[in-house]
T-cell receptor
């Protein structure tokens, strides 16, 4: 069964460093999303991406965050200068249509 | 008032019991309602998907939506220890891209 693949599974980074989280969507999916889940809290929407541009973003997704599909397959989330409060599980989700979202297993980001 | 409310549990039941999980919400514009299952440190897995009001059944799972009461439910029949997980409700508007709004999740424990 096809699945959304995320790498790395766990990333530890120092405060102020840049991190890039990677996602390989399910083939033929056109809609891409990033969500995050701080430990013990609910899953929160960050950004949606369609037709090579951001279609919607939350207040969390400030200038420190960016997304792109650099090679037409991978979908990446970049955090330019990480803060302690960026520590969370980051989930990529994709869908064929805008009515579905299949989640990857997540990247656990720890900022120290 | 939170946009989506969900009792965090834990909800402990014996194997074979019927489980009822619920969410309430405040935004009457929500039209799509989902239930996800999340195992510890894993990504959310889509279980059920309902548009507007009504019931939907899939195997041992039944999803109900009562838009007049802003209340959704997930029933699990003949619960199994493998059903032990956190169950997340999520919902979205009928317009735009799929920004899902999640509840905090209910932790379910099914004992053998």
């Amino acid at each position: 069964e096809p699945e959304v693949t995320q790498t790395p599974s766990h990333q530890v980074t120092q405060m102020g460093q840049e991190v890039i989280l990677r996602c390989v969507p399910i083939s033929n999916h056109l809609y891409f999303y990033w969500y995050r889940q701080i430990l013990g809290q609910k899953v929160e929407f960050l950004v949606s991406f369609y037709n090579n541009e951001i279609s919607e973003k939350s207040e969390i997704f400030d200038d420190q965050f960016s997304v792109e599909r650099p090679d037409g397959s991978n979908f990446t989330l970049k955090i330019r200068s990480t803060k302690l409060e960026d520590s969370a599980m980051y989930f990529c989700a994709t869908g064929r249509e805008n009515t579905e979202a299949f989640f990857g297993q997540g990247t656990r980001l720890t900022v120290v | 008032q939170k946009e989506v409310e969900q009792d965090p549990g834990p909800l402990s039941v014996p194997e074979g019991a019927i489980v009822s999980l619920n969410c309430t919400y405040s935004n009457s514009a929500f039209q799509y309602f989902m239930w996800y299952r999340q195992y510890s440190r894993k990504g959310p897995e889509l279980l059920m998907y309902t548009y507007s009001s009504g019931n939907k059944e899939d195997g041992r799972f039944t999803a109900q939506v009562d838009k007049s009461s802003k209340y959704i439910s997930l029933f699990i029949r003949d619960s199994q220890p493998s059903d032990s997980a956190t169950y997340l409700c999520a919902m979205r508007l009928n317009t735009g891209f799929q920004k899902l709004v999640f509840g905090t999740g209910t932790r379910l424990l099914v004992s053998p």
